[in-house]
Each structure stands twice: as structure tokens, then as C-alpha cells.
DNA sequence: GTTGAAAGCGCGGCAAG
DNA sequence: CTTGCCGCGCTTTCAAC
């Protein structure tokens, strides 16, 4: 992982797909060598996979809430392991301070919103209270991570 | 939209390496009649651009944080301003409740995530608080957003 | 790492039904 | 919408350096 893998990988984040021809002007190399480092980099794991990004909007979930929850110690696996399969729920994440998880969920309405939580969250086992934080606007909401300038492996 | 188009946009984001024929079979249409739609979908923007996914681990920033900020009403076209050119901001919502905004943000170590917030946020004029919560760990976190059964266009 | 060539697959366009 | 065809371009692999 060096400067060149890094900036193969901040163009492969912002356009996905790019040809390996526009990649290799980027990455100053020939056209084979960046082939093979894209290859190497997904047999790393380090790109783990190849996505179309979609608006939330045109797909109908325009709505982004952010949930609290509070559960029981020995709740907390099961727990994990249902949102892991509930498609409305994009992120979960255990976090700090005196809630259990911070979930991430789009839903196309308030209401879808509010009765998802209410019959699949709050019903769970284990959810002692949720809290519900909607946004009401998004100045920014993007997966592209920075790349960092260290870890010369 | 119909069901056709969803049953795309369910494939391409979960392998948007997928090639035409493949999505053909998915679509239960003609590779050429597929390939349309799918010209379609990005005209029309549902599809707003294809991006590698990677493993922050992998990257060097494997520390996931949520921030709640407070500003003054007046400083906030501003604070979404500098935020949307800050990399290592990945969101930033206005959000329900006492805290104005929440955003995640991504940071090679707790020290760097930080000095990022004393330093950059903290520092913003109109920022009256701020407070700061870590992701211990993260059961789920994806970008493939749920696809509506609705919006029949 | 480089260039260059060869082979093959896939995409894009078009025609006809 | 379908099938079929054609041509270009790109990826992939290989060789030689």
C-alpha cells in the first residue's frame, strides 16, 4: 500500500467506472501494471467489492432517521444478529456512552418509519427504550472514505 | 420504475461489476433492452455514479465516530459549508431534537478523531457544543439502500 | 516495473420482427 | 419488447526487456 495504491483508490471511490487506461494516468504507471494492482487490491480485501450508488430519493426512501437504543447485556447479540438481516436498517453500530446501539435507517415515510420501530424494534426482547432522531436535512451523506497518508506496508 | 427496474438496481448494488448479461437474467429481459434501462436509471439520476467499496480497516481508518454538534442558528449554512469539504466527514445531517447537527466521521485513531473535532469543529466559529461518540464495534454498515415495492411510474 | 502484440469478451448500435 | 449481427474498444494474458 503505497502513494500509488492510495491514489487508485481515491479514484476508484469517486468513478468506479473508470477504465483502466484513465487509472493508469492516475496511478503514473503502465496499463498492466495498474491492472495488476486493482487485482491485488481486491484479492486483498481492501476493495471489497464493486457498487452502483443510487439516490434514496428516486428509489422511495427518502426519509433517514437515527435510532437509539438501549438494551439488555445478554440482548445484545441476538440483537445485532436481526438487524444484520433487516434491510431498512443500514447500519448498526455499538457505540459509547448510555445507549447500547446507534442504528441508521431509511424508510419512505415518517410513518414507515415510525412503524418499523415500533413493531420490529421496541417488540424485540431485550430493547428497553429507543429513542428516534429524524434528519431533516443532509448537507452532506457520502460512503467515500478518505485515504489516509500512512501505512506503507 | 417498475419491477423490473428495481430488481436492477437490487443487483447493481450489490455487485455493480455485474456485466450486461448477468443483469439480463436478473432483469428477465434482453441484454439490449437492459442495457437501456440501465442508461436510463443514470440519466434519470437514480443511479448516481458507480464507486469502489473498501474496507476502511484497509485504508487506515478504522475508527467510526458520530458527532453531535450545536450552532447557532446563524452559523449553520456555514458549518454545512466547511463540512462538505472536510474528507474525513462522511455525513452530515440536521437533525430532530436539541442538537442541531449529527456527523460521522471516520479517523485513523482516536487521538487523530480528536484533535480533529478540538481542532477543526471546535474551533468553527457558531459551534456552541459539541459531543462526541465512538463505535465500539459495528454489526452492519452498508450503502445498499432497501428498494420500495412503490412508486409504480 | 516497462512496452507491444494477440486473443477474447463485452458493450453499443442498428436492423428487423 | 425480441433476436441477431457487426465493429469497436477494452481487458487480459503473455512475451520479451
Redesign the pocket.
Known amino acids: 500500500m503505497d502513494e500509488?495504491d492510495r491514489n487508485i483508490l481515491i479514484a476508484v471511490q469517486k468513478d468506479g467506472a473508470a477504465?483502466?487506461?484513465e487509472l493508469a494516468k492516475v496511478a503514473?504507471?503502465?496499463?498492466?501494471?495498474t491492472?495488476e494492482?486493482i487485482k491485488r487490491l481486491e484479492e486483498r480485501n481492501t476493495i471489497r467489492g464493486w457498487r452502483a450508488d443510487l439516490d434514496p430519493e428516486a428509489i422511495g426512501c427518502p426519509l433517514l432517521g437515527f435510532v437509539f437504543v438501549r438494551t439488555s447485556s445478554d440482548g445484545r447479540a441476538a440483537f445485532e444478529g436481526l438487524m444484520r438481516g433487516l434491510e431498512p436498517v443500514l447500519e448498526c453500530h455499538s457505540i459509547t456512552g448510555s445507549w447500547t446501539f446507534l442504528l441508521k435507517i431509511r424508510a419512505e415515510s415518517l410513518q414507515a418509519l415510525e412503524t418499523f420501530i415500533s413493531d420490529v424494534l421496541a417488540r424485540f426482547d431485550g430493547v428497553a427504550r429507543a429513542k428516534l432522531l429524524i434528519a431533516t436535512s443532509s448537507a452532506k451523506e457520502t460512503s467515500i472514505l478518505p485515504i489516509s497518508e500512512a501505512d506503507e506496508e
Do not use: F, K, N, Q
Open positions: 500509488i477504465g483502466l487506461a503514473g504507471l503502465s496499463v498492466s501494471a491492472a494492482r
